[in-house]
């Protein structure tokens, strides 16, 4: 068990549809990390926030959104949502920044997102 | 932009049989190259990192290299349960994590 923990664990949803994606970090993590894997696609990086702010962007699209609270969990907004978005988006979370000796980032199981 | 290759996309072992994994990259300033081990439906799960070239890290069956180029994953004398796909990612300088497409490894008893 990393620590970090994602919900819902499983979704479907229709085309068009919104859904929200929660993920709490490790006890003591500020920074978070989203990240979506499908088959064709493998890990790519979405976005990620520390201690609240956004602090770097990835492939994200339009229509995904994120944020991180004062309390430090994160959501992860997708909307218009299209067949193609089907994937499981991986939350993470890490001490401080990357690059530092000894901090690394820890991975929650995932969050599987189905659009039928 | 940073990139990450992975080699092979598929290795299959006979239990004991030792192998390497290789990780080629290009990157902006890195900052680190890291292994990851991903089990099917499961969240990636942190093997090493490591810093500069010449460093080496080690656990149970794994060891890990880095050069300037290209890192190698060796796992000696696998065993069933060291199947899985092995992920190969890379910080640059903008702090971003670039995975590879990893390498999925199946031991057989």
């Known amino acids: 068990d990393s620590g970090v923990t994602q919900t819902p664990k499983h979704l479907i949803t229709a085309t068009g549809q919104r859904v929200t994606l929660r993920c709490s970090p490790r006890?003591?993590?500020?920074?978070v990390y989203w990240y979506q894997q499908s088959l064709d696609q493998g890990l790519q990086f979405l976005i990620q926030y520390y201690n609240g702010e956004e602090r770097a962007k990835g492939n994200i699209l339009e229509r995904f959104s994120a944020q991180q609270f004062p309390d430090l969990h994160s959501e992860l907004n997708l909307s218009s949502l299209e067949l193609g978005d089907s994937a499981l988006y991986f939350c993470a979370s890490s001490v401080g920044l990357l690059g530092v000796a000894g901090n690394t980032i820890y991975f929650g199981e995932g969050s599987w997102l189905t659009v039928v | 932009e940073d990139q990450v290759t992975q080699s092979p996309e598929a290795l299959r072992l006979q239990e004991g049989e030792s192998s390497s994994l290789n990780c080629s990259y290009t990157v902006s300033g890195l900052r680190g190259l890291f292994w990851y081990r991903q089990d099917p439906g499961k969240g990636p799960e942190f093997l090493f990192t490591?810093?500069?070239a010449g460093e080496e890290k080690e656990k149970e069956r794994l060891k890990a290299t880095l050069t300037k180029k290209e890192s190698f994953l060796h796992i000696t004398a696998p065993k069933p349960e060291d199947s899985a796909t092995y992920l190969c990612?890379?910080?640059?300088?903008?702090?971003?994590?670039?995975f590879g497409a990893g390498t999925t490894v199946t031991v057989r008893a």
């Open positions: 490591l810093y500069s």
């Open positions: 006890s003591g993590d500020l920074s």
């Open positions: 990612a890379v910080q640059g300088h903008d702090y971003k994590l670039s």
